[in-house]
């Protein structure tokens, strides 16, 4: 999904595109639930899946919607980062660090986050946000570990303890060369969840008629930070509600195409830019290395007005990008 349809203040659908044809398609609604979830993808490390680039908060805000805590993007301290680590998934040293502890580790392999408050001794008591705070301070301090991050380790613990506890995925370990019992492994804080998002009333609605939204594409359920464990619930609990809602409100819409031409003109447009100009995937790994540089968990105001800058700049290169069309 592209865009959404808005006419008069009310919205009537989306405009999409085809995968499988390139074709654009315009999806006539009666009411529309926005549940596109979070923006994690922006950022060079995190834990999102395919689609987690903002486009809801991106489409709807073109529509006129309002959106309130962008700022608040919760960092997962321990995501993985080396060594190479397929098929598994970068948040995956959570359980392990509920069910045995294990140690976090600056590069002098010394534990740390008792000097930012939280003494672990072994066990696994530090929240999310202090960990994420006490490894940015230990890089900054130039005590990272050598990609940037802090080493996790569950050398201490007895093989059949680990076995006991992770059975099968200690295997899936061995067969991408991780060995527990013998190396620490490097971990890093990754952007893993939204705060922020789209603004909407008791009834789930934004304030464009006809417009709900639920889950992680929703703001301020939560605040400025996320207890761990909430997020389904959330996604869960307030989808429900959002699509009886939407459904009780849904008024016939029979055929968007005249309210989508504007919409379409665009899409036609850029689906169809020959080869040249700048590159797709190379714009995005650009924008996913301001953010994680200048938009992470410590930012300054020099920082986001460069940040700012070069994001405009890529808004206004946007026109020459290749889409590989003919
Ligand atoms: C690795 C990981 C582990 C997590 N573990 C937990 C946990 O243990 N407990 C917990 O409570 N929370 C956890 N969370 C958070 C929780 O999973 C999410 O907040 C929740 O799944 C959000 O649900 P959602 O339906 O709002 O969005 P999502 O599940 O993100 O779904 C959004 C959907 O919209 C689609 N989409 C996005 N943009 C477009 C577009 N332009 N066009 C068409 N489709 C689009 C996406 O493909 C996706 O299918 C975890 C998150 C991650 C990333």
Known sequence: VIDLVVQDGRALGAV?????????????????????????????????????????????????????DMEFVQFFPIGHLAPRLIGMDPIMWDPFRYKLGGRLLNGEMQEFTQ?????EDGKYLVTRDTATYA???????????????????FEHIPETDLRAAFGPVIDRLTNNGIDLTRMPIEVSPIAHYH????????????????????????????GANRLSGNAITEAFVFGELAGRLAAATSEEV???????????????????????GANPAEAIAELQAIMQRDVGPFR???GLRRALAAIDQ????????ATGGS
């Not at 995190?46 to 486009?55: E, L």
């Not at 603004?199 to 939560?222: C, Q």
């Open 115 to 119: 000097n930012y408050g939280a003494a």
């Open 135 to 153: 490894i940015f301070k230990e890089v900054e301090a130039g005590r990272g570990s050598p990609h940037g991050g802090a080493w996790l380790s």
């Open 314 to 321: 890529m808004a206004a290169d946007l026109p020459s990008m």
């Open 16 to 68: 999409a595109l085809h995968l499988e044809t390139g074709q654009a398609v315009t999806i006539a609604a009666g009411a529309t639930v926005i549940a596109t979830g979070g923006l994690t993808g922006l950022y060079h490390r995190n834990s999102a899946s395919a689609n987690m680039g903002g486009d809801g908060f991106a489409m709807a805000l073109r529509a006129g919607a309002e959106l309130i």
């Open 195 to 222: 705060m922020g998002g789209l603004r909407v009333n008791d009834a789930l609605e934004t304030s464009i008629k006809n417009l709900f939204a639920a889950g992680e594409a929703v703001g301020g359920a939560n």
């Open 300 to 302: 300054t105001n020099e």
């Open 254 to 276: 029979k055929d968007v195409s005249d309210a989508a031409t504007p919409f379409l003109a665009v899409l036609e447009e850029t689906a169809c830019r020959p080869e040249g």
